[in-house]
C-alpha cells in the first residue's frame, strides 16, 4: 500500500512441489530480514498460529538497507496451513516515541527520588553528596564534584563518579 506506515499486505503461499515458499519461507518465519534478537519470538508466534489455526500479532525489528525499523505483523495461516496471509506494518516512528516517553519518565522518577533525599538531608555536605551523585545519573557524567568556595579559597566539597569511570 502507498501508506505513510508502508503496509504491506501479503499471501504466502508455496510456490514449489516440496512445499517449501520462496518468497517467505514458514521454517524461517516472515521476515528474512528480520533481527536476530527477534527471531526466536517470531518464530514461535508463527508457529503457534500454524498449530492452532488462529491470528496472530507480533512486533519485531528488520534490518533495512536504511538501518533498523520496528513492524507490526498481523495475519493468521491460509486454509491449508501452508501459508500466512496478513499485513505489516512499520512502526519505527512510535516505536521511538515509547522509547522517548520511558526515558523521560525514568528521568522524572529519578528527580523525584533526588529531591525526596535531598528533603531529607540533614547536613550542607549530605546535600553535596546527594548533588554531586544525581549529576552523575541525571548528566550521564562519568564524574561530578561540588566546589564550594570559603574565604576566597575554593574547595573540593564532593566528588563523585560512576562505577564505570576510569578517572
Known amino acids: ?65 536504511s538501518g533498523e525499523r520496528w513492524v507490526l505483523e498481523q495475519g493468521c495461516p491460509d486454509d491449508d496451513k501452508l501459508g500466512f496471509e496478513g499485513y505489516i506494518v512499520d512502526i519505527t516512528a512510535s516505536k521511538r516515541v515509547e522509547e522517548m516517553v520511558a526515558k523521560a519518565r ?19 555536605s549530605e546535600i553535596h553528596r546527594i548533588c554531586a551523585e544525581a549529576a ?9 564534584m561540588v566546589l564550594t568556595c570559603h574565604d576566597g579559597s575554593v574547595q573540593i566539597s564532593h566528588r563523585a563518579r560512576t562505577s564505570n569511570s576510569h578517572c
Do not use: M
Request: hydrophobic share 30%; aromatic share 6%; glycine share 6%.
Open 1 to 65: 500500500r502507498n501508506d505513510i506506515c508502508r503496509t504491506i499486505d501479503f499471501l504466502s503461499r508455496p510456490t514449489s512441489t516440496d512445499g517449501r515458499n520462496d518468497l517467505f519461507p514458514v521454517e524461517i518465519g516472515l521476515s528474512s530480514g528480520g533481527h536476530p534478537d527477534d527471531s526466536d519470538n517470531l518464530q514461535s508466534v508463527l508457529q503457534e498460529s500454524i498449530e492452532t489455526g488462529r491470528p496472530y500479532q507480533v512486533t519485531y525489528r528488520v534490518t533495512t538497507s
Open 106 to 124: 525514568k528521568r522524572l522518577e529519578d528527580l523525584h527520588g533526588i529531591a525526596s533525599l535531598l528533603q531529607r538531608s540533614a547536613t550542607e
Open 136 to 144: 552523575c545519573t541525571l548528566l550521564d557524567a562519568d564524574w561530578w
